[in-house]
């Protein structure tokens, strides 16, 4: 028996050093970098050229792409960032907010307000009363879409708070108006857990690996129980398990190299998507903020330019095509506008990062600093002035076109037809029930105009979609396919 408990234990011990060397090698992926840094420019050319047929490119091309640094070989890039975002999503946009309901945490993360030695901030859980007060100034701004966050500790010491909050989220109403969809970025869960949270009717699970160079890691995080790099990275595995349908994933811009977190990124999506026939659903890509109380935060070893950043956006836009990427108002009004053009698909707007920030208490401690404070409104009319579709769609989730099912759908292009329609559709209840008269004159103007461009006149979609638009003008809502 004794011998059958050690040969268990090895054989554990084995899978799980095999694992941690399936998703991130570090030796393989450091390299790729060095191997990356000689290219010609028809090399880059080359890859740009097979980046737009729209199958993605390989970690090594990916590599060749990130160290670019001639200007003319990045107009290159971002060209190609555009084709692809455009061949795949349109110019829809779709727009979220993030709901921090705690900033409770029991982690000590050196570049993060949350964490527990930081006895100054102002520290607070929503009760379900609060969370019905927040979720409804959300709504009366125009949202549809949460991103619910909460420190990694909750009130009780357990996750019935967690589940009990989603449901606060899910049955607020007003005015005829309610959240259509909830999205969650909480501590990594153990399978049982995951299991009882796709109970609660929840989106995509959200989880940010921070840095994936296991080194820095260890030094960044210095106790509670994000400490743990491997089961912070195997997190998606037992959601997936689990039955979520999806996932989202990205570091934290700024903590090492920002090559390496890329291609880190793309190999963990790689992995994912080899493993369990389906990427993430999202990529995020939040760079590192000054944060209350983190003397780290304000000086990161690792500060990209903006260019870089580009850069990053547009390289993660050609190697995973069908997965959406995500840009936070921790970046400024000019730099979310132009990376809107450079493959960006999902954008907070009008965010606040601190339990009761959206009404009951805008003192609370927050977790970071915003660049981008501009209204919702505000974002949705700087969307159309560039020619992109606001989106509050939730859709697919609610029809089961979520994880391989909407990556069938994506990948022979089938999803578009769907989305740009279903996006039309909630802008338009956007324009009717909150926008003021210029915004929506000028977001009906593009309705007709993208209508126009992409569904001819006389079949049966152009059909469905103006008898929909007619609907929603005399009141039906909540109309999609």
């Not at 109403?173 to 999205?183: H, L, P």
């Not at 004159?441 to 979609?461: D, H, R, V, W």
Request: proline letters at 4%; aromatic letters at 10%; one cysteine or more.
């Amino acid at each position: 028996m004794r011998m059958a408990g050690l040969l268990l234990a090895l054989n554990r011990l084995f899978k799980k050093c095999y694992h941690i060397f399936m998703i991130i090698d570090d030796e393989k992926l450091q390299r790729t970098l060095e191997k990356a840094k000689s290219h010609t420019d028809s090399e880059v050319t080359d890859i740009l050229n097979k980046a737009k047929k729209l199958k993605g490119i390989s970690l090594q091309e990916a590599a060749v792409l990130l160290n670019i640094t001639d200007e003319k070989l990045l107009q290159q890039l971002f060209d190609a960032a555009r084709y692809v975002k455009e061949a795949i999503y349109g110019n829809r946009i779709v727009l979220f907010a993030p709901l921090y309901i705690s900033n409770i945490c029991t982690n000590e993360c050196v570049y993060c307000a949350f964490r527990r030695s930081n006895t100054a901030l102002k520290r607070h859980a929503s009760t379900r009363e609060e969370i019905h007060q927040e979720v409804t100034a959300l709504l009366q701004q125009g949202h549809k879409r949460i991103l619910m966050v909460a420190g990694e500790a909750y009130p009780g010491g357990g996750l019935q708070y967690v589940y009990d909050s989603i449901k606060a989220i899910y049955e607020t109403r007003w005015n005829g108006q309610n959240i259509r969809r909830v999205n969650v970025n909480i501590a990594p869960l153990v399978k049982e857990e995951f299991e009882e949270l796709k109970k609660c009717g929840i989106g995509t699970y959200q989880l940010f690996q921070e840095t994936y160079h296991k080194e820095t890691y260890e030094k960044l995080h210095l106790a509670g129980a994000k400490k743990d790099y491997q089961f912070r990275l195997d997190a998606m595995d037992r959601a997936l398990q689990a039955g979520i349908n999806d996932v989202g994933i990205g570091p934290l811009l700024g903590l090492y190299d920002y090559k390496y977190e890329v291609l880190a990124t793309l190999e963990h999506s790689a992995y994912l998507d080899k493993t369990y026939g389906v990427g993430p659903h999202t990529i995020s890509i939040p760079r590192i903020e000054p944060a209350e109380g983190s003397d780290f935060s304000l000086h990161p070893p690792y500060q990209l330019t903006d260019t870089d950043f580009k850069k990053v956006v547009a390289v993660i836009r050609l190697a995973v095509p069908y997965t959406g990427i995500i840009l936070s108002t921790r970046e400024s009004p000019a730099m979310r506008n132009a990376c809107l053009e450079l493959g960006v698909s999902q954008i907070s707007a009008a965010s606040r990062v601190n339990p009761g920030g959206y009404s009951y208490d805008k003192q609370n401690g927050s977790q970071f600093t915003l660049t981008d404070e501009r209204t919702l409104a505000e974002v949705i009319d700087a969307v159309v002035d560039a020619k992109h579709m606001p989106s509050f769609c939730t859709g697919c989730y609610r029809l089961g076109r979520v994880g391989k099912d909407f990556m069938d759908m994506a990948k022979p292009g089938l999803i578009k037809k769907h989305c740009l329609p279903n996006a039309m559709f909630t802008f338009a209840e956007y324009l009717e029930d909150f926008a003021p008269a210029p915004l929506k004159a000028k977001g009906y103007a593009l309705i007709e105009s993208t209508t126009k461009e992409n569904f001819q006149e006389g079949t049966p979609i152009r059909k469905m979609i103006d008898e929909n638009l007619s609907k929603i003008k005399s009141g039906k809502r909540d109309l999609y396919f």
